[in-house]
């Protein structure tokens, strides 16, 4: 179909969301967020690539996988070190021949007061959110933009454009991800590859529980001004995630699609 042909062919909308063959690495794979996109892709035909530090983690995302009849692999991976980036970017293109999206879902949450925040939590959140995403953009980013074709997924978070407290590093890290979509965005979209974010609402995850055992202060300032107050579940990402990653998002590159069941309308 050349590219001033108006007409909606047959089949065309069920066609622009299959993503069967196509190949995935999700980082942070083997638990929350991760996990669940993981496995929503693989129900689609995706080959998954769980690329995790939590070995244990990927390897229960992919048994899940398996039970299900889909297709993953585990790949250790800090998203802390180029190296390993680079690496493993290089071996699932040696393996599987392409790399056709990534999600970066690799993160941590500290909770602390702004005067009292911890320098070391600091550059730890600041590291794993941050330049973690930066680096598997990079790394994952440069075989995508050989193959002319990809699709880039950030997890943002509602952090990314409001405050709440007690967080400051990470809402800090999170405005960065979403300036960091935006530029990468800007400078390879003529390249063929997109890049998009994820803005989701407090989620029931690992993270968070992890993070309310220091104080659910933060969790309370949240529900107290949602539309609704629930928080949102891992599976419920699924949707924008492979929308996002799909034929059917081709004009859709440099946003954030917020998954925050009106939080930001509020």
Not at 69 to 92: M, Y
Not at 199 to 221: I, V
Request: hydrophobic share 40%; with cysteine; net charge negative.
């Amino acid at each position: 179909m050349s590219s001033d042909d108006t007409s909606v062919p047959l089949g065309y909308a069920r066609d622009i969301f299959d993503l069967s063959g196509r190949v995935a690495v999700i980082t942070g794979g083997g638990s929350g967020l991760g996990q669940a996109i993981a496995i929503g892709y693989a129900q689609c035909g995706v080959t998954v690539v769980v690329a995790d530090i939590n070995e244990e983690g990927a390897a229960e995302t992919k048994a899940i996988i398996d039970e299900q009849g889909g297709t993953a692999v585990v790949v250790p991976l800090d998203v802390t070190k180029r190296s390993q980036c680079i690496e493993v970017a290089n071996a699932v293109r040696r393996e599987h021949g392409r790399v056709d999206i990534l999600v970066n879902s690799a993160g941590g949450a500290h909770r602390s007061p702004a005067e009292e925040f911890p320098e070391e939590r600091f550059d730890y959140i600041i590291e794993l959110n941050l330049k973690g995403t930066y680096l598997c953009c990079q790394a994952f980013g440069n075989v995508m933009l050989e193959q002319g074709k990809g699709s880039i997924i950030n997890m943002a978070s509602i952090g990314s454009f409001i405050a709440y407290p007690l967080s400051s590093a990470y809402l800090a890290s999170k405005g960065g991800v979403a300036q960091v979509t935006k530029v990468m965005a800007l400078e390879w979209r003529e390249r063929g590859v997109r890049v998009n974010g994820i803005g989701p609402t407090l989620m029931e995850s690992p993270m968070t529980r992890k993070a309310a055992q220091t104080t659910s202060f933060t969790a309370d300032f949240i529900k107290a001004r949602m539309i609704r107050p629930r928080v949102g579940l891992p599976r419920e990402l699924i949707g924008a995630a492979i929308f996002l990653a799909s034929d059917a998002s081709e004009l859709v590159t440099g946003h954030t699609i917020m998954c925050d069941d009106g939080y930001m309308t509020a």
